[in-house]
Each structure stands twice: as C-alpha cells, then as structure tokens.
C-alpha cells in the first residue's frame, strides 16, 4: 500500500510547465464528473489546488471523529472546454495523469502492477477506453513516417518543422532529377 502511495505522490508532484498542461491535468482530475474533486490522498487536493482550483475543505467527518474524512477542492468552470481530439501529446499525457490522481487506484503484486478506476459516471469509462485505443492507434504509424515532431513546447517544434524543411530544401537541391 505504501509504495502506490509513493508511486501517486510522485505523480502528483509532476508540475506541469506549459498552461496547456496544467489545464489539461486540471481536466483528468474533474474526469470522473462533477465540479470539483473529492478525495481522501492530500497530494491530489495538493494537485488541484496548484492546477488553479479554490483551497481545499475537509468533508465528511465529524471534528475529532476517528473515520477518515475526504477534501474537497471545488473547481471554476473553464471559459473554453478540453477536447482530447484537438490536444497535443503532452496534454494527453497531463490528462492521464489527473485521472489517475483523481479515479485512479494503484496497487502492486508479484503478479505485476494493477491500475484501476472509479467513476462516478458509468459513461466515462467507454470515454476513456476509447481515448487510450486511439492514442496506441496514433502511436503505431509512428514508424511510417520520417520525422516525429514532439509539441511539448511551441517555440522547440517550430524550429524543428524549420530543420526539417531546410533539410528537404537542401537534399531536394542537390537530387538534380528531382522535379
């Protein structure tokens, strides 16, 4: 039990560099439904706090009472919505993360790892299936192409898209059949 503690507050101390991320992050851990997070881990509420959303309130639980008590961090709805189909691959990847902050429970065997959710909304389980199938399906043609470019920061991919174009520029020049 521990050590998927220490493998989730881990995660949770990623911090996210691009605002695009930390929205996104912000996105996984509202995915299991509702406007704001409910949950017994601090590092989660620690996350959502510091992904922008108001502080965290003790719910549940009577003061002194020995049953374990959940934060709530209650979360502003966003001007604009996340979609998972216009998202670069790091904000994918910042999604992932919050669901698995904020539904996700990890536990380790000798059998292997073992990671599962939990949803409020039955619905939000086909989303994400759907969502980690065309993902791997994406990543599969990475082999046919001959340049992968990574937009995990703006100012790195446009000057990789500009090395690619010189070296197609130059090699197309030097090919004297080349129409």
Same mark, same amino acid.
């Given at each position: 039990m521990r050590f998927a503690a220490d493998v989730k507050g881990e995660l949770a101390r990623i911090e996210p560099a691009l605002a695009c991320c930390r929205r996104a992050e912000?996105? &996984?851990l509202l995915f299991q439904g509702g406007s704001g997070i409910r949950t017994l *881990? @601090?590092?989660t509420a620690r996350v959502a706090m510091r992904l922008g959303a108001g502080p965290a309130t003790r719910d549940g639980a009577e003061? &002194?009472?020995a049953t374990r008590h959940h934060l709530a961090v209650m979360v502003p709805q966003a001007d604009l919505p996340w979609r998972w189909g216009a998202a670069a691959d790091c904000d994918r990847r910042a999604f992932m993360r919050g669901v698995v902050l904020g539904s996700g429970s990890l536990s380790f065997?000798?059998?292997g790892p073992h990671v599962e959710f939990v949803f409020r909304r039955p619905a939000r389980a086909g989303t994400l299936r759907r969502r980690l199938a065309s993902a791997e399906e994406e990543i599969s043609h990475a082999p046919?192409? *001959?340049y992968v470019i990574i937009n995990k920061d703006f100012d790195v991919a446009?000057? *990789?898209?500009q090395a690619i174009i010189r070296v197609e520029r130059l090699r197309k020049a030097r090919t004297p059949?080349? @129409?």
């Open positions: 912000l996105e &996984g *881990d @601090p590092s003061r &002194g009472s065997s000798t059998s046919e192409f *001959d446009r000057q *990789d898209l059949d080349t @129409p």
